[in-house]
């Protein structure tokens, strides 16, 4: 069974950093788009960031950019989330992604996106 464990999450005080990170395994990782959704209480689970399965090709939501970057290590099965000046509207548990398919676009919807983490929470304090 494909598993994606997210670990990174914490507390962090407005204008501070933290880097996610998603490993897959049970999966041939250099197959999928990955990508990082997010989903604070009371909203629905948003698009943050993806990546295709070179990392030939990224995307990230308009209200992330210039301030979060991904990335990914076919080698260790790893996609990383950096993150930088982070608000308290970031505050949101982060959700890692697999998209099945050797595709240089990518699509920004949940439904695209096949296995799914646990999820990790973030937390920014103002």
């Known amino acids: 069974q494909v598993q994606l464990v997210e670990s990174g999450g914490g507390l962090v005080q407005a204008g501070g950093s933290l880097r996610l990170s998603c490993v897959a395994s049970r999966l041939t990782f250099s197959m999928y788009t990955m990508g990082w959704f997010r989903q604070a209480p009371g909203k629905e689970r948003e698009f943050v960031a993806a990546?295709?399965?070179?990392?030939?090709?990224?995307d990230c939501a308009d209200s992330v950019k210039g301030r979060f970057t991904i990335s990914r290590d076919n080698a260790k099965n790893t996609v990383t989330l950096q993150m930088n000046s982070l608000n308290p509207e970031d505050t949101a548990v982060y959700y890692c992604a697999a998209r099945y398919g050797r595709l240089d676009y990518i699509k920004p919807f949940k439904e695209e996106y096949s296995y799914w983490g646990q999820g990790t929470q973030v937390t920014v304090s103002s």
């Open positions: 990546i295709t399965w070179s990392g030939g090709n990224t």
